[in-house]
């Protein structure tokens, strides 16, 4: 009951409300995850790259549109940004919703439609990371980056439990319909959080001035700027579990959309346990063993994954796999929280965000064409071979100080 009571949401208002929007607005981001990609595999038949393709669409506007949205963070009301967000994203889902209502929702204008939701999302991520340090204090700042993180993973985990249950009983459009009232459930939140997230100081230059020095400041620090090229790698080989999992419940198991959900609930049980378990603990330490231990082990576990048959054993390996990827993720994004200035954060984690999602449409788009030409088998015991590769040159890079404030 300690550990409970002195919890960034139990003992800050505003925090517990931002934290409460977003667990609503990514389950609703999930469950329209789950019905596309559904829908994608059942509509296109035996062409794998094509779901490849649209998820790929889902995450470019992230890389071409990160670094102007950091900036912004940095240069206005953080509040007000994460408004404007779930404003835009509630009216294009509902359009996208009335558009398939009416039967006049085409391919094209699907991936479009894609893409433009996307375009906010990271204007709401780098407001949230860059705030999350005025909607706490220093000394909760590790455990709110840890719950912050932890958000996604229950998310995931209601999302995927329930995805195929509410596909049975609203179908497609009940999805999407479901997304947009999640966004209006997070600006609500957003809209009720008093603490004043402005710009400390005002913005002293112009917006290319501000932009310029963030992008400096990154290029500057060899050890930051390797860890960050780390983050890119880690998600070029991570990334594929999204079409993968799909893939092997549609090809190789032959099952239905359940399947499905149950396999992302235990993949996203495994990062929820993880960072829930990261949040009760004050403090960050250092971030390299624990980083290049996850990718070792994501490896391993990723590369068996497509020669298994039980789907009791697959539910296994998914569960620690994401447990790995969440313990590699949060002790590096409490380690950021520490390093880096508060007046670059906005800055700093779009750049994240950008190195991070570049290689996601390139990875999904060629690993959908890979997929075309050989045994999915193969395919996962490529990007775990890479993995657990990339656990090893962890080790090799160089090295941050660990934070005064650490263990």
């Not at 705030?131 to 209601?158: F, N």
């Not at 932009?211 to 880690?234: E, H, N, Q, S, T």
């Not at 495994?270 to 996850?294: H, K």
Request: proline share 5%.
């Amino acid at each position: 009951m300690a550990k409970v009571r002195a919890h960034p949401l139990f003992l800050f208002p505003d925090f517990r409300r931002l934290f409460a929007g977003r667990l609503v607005a990514q389950t609703g981001d999930k469950f329209f995850s789950l019905a596309l990609a559904w829908w994608v595999v059942s509509q296109a038949g035996e062409s794998k790259a094509h779901l490849g393709y649209l998820m790929a669409v889902n995450f470019l506007p992230v890389v071409l549109f990160s670094p102007f949205m950091g900036a912004l963070a940095d240069r206005f009301d953080r509040r007000r940004c994460m408004i404007f967000a779930d404003l835009f994203r509630f009216a294009i889902v509902a359009a996208l919703c009335a558009l398939l209502y009416f039967g006049l929702l085409s391919l094209p204008l699907l991936y479009a439609l894609v893409f433009l939701i996307a375009v906010f999302v990271p204007l709401f991520e780098s407001s949230v990371s860059s705030s999350l340090v005025d909607l706490t204090d220093a000394e909760h700042l590790a455990p709110a980056t840890a719950t912050d993180a932890s958000c996604i993973q229950l998310s995931a985990v209601a999302g995927a439990a329930l995805g195929s249950v509410f596909l049975a009983a609203t179908g497609v459009l009940g999805a999407f319909a479901a997304n947009a009232l999640a966004f209006l459930v997070s600006f609500l939140a957003v809209r009720g959080i008093k603490t004043s997230l402005a710009p400390k100081g005002g913005a002293s230059s112009g917006y290319f001035s501000e932009l310029k020095a963030g992008l400096a400041y990154i290029a500057g620090g060899r050890p930051l700027l390797a860890l960050l090229v780390v983050f890119a790698v880690v998600n070029f080989f991570a990334a594929p579990l999204l079409i993968i999992m799909p893939m092997l419940v549609k090809f190789s198991l032959n099952e239905s959309a359940v399947w499905l959900a149950v396999f992302e609930t235990f993949f996203a049980a495994g990062s929820a346990v993880v960072a829930i378990a990261l949040s009760l603990r004050p403090g960050q330490g250092n971030i390299y063993a624990p980083l290049s231990f996850s990718m070792i082990s994501v490896g391993l576990l990723f590369g068996t994954l497509g020669f298994i048959i039980s789907k009791a054993l697959i539910c296994v390996f998914l569960f620690i796999i994401g447990a790995m990827l969440a313990l590699g993720n949060a002790k590096a994004m409490i380690f950021f929280q520490h390093v880096v200035p508060d007046e670059m954060k906005g800055r700093f984690f779009s750049a994240l965000y950008t190195l991070c999602f570049a290689v996601v449409p390139l990875s999904l788009a060629l690993n959908g064409v890979l997929a075309e030409k050989m045994p999915l088998s193969l395919l996962c015991a490529c990007n775990g071979a890479g993995a657990a590769l990339l656990g090893l040159v962890i080790l090799a890079i160089p090295r941050m100080p660990v934070p005064a404030s650490g263990e």
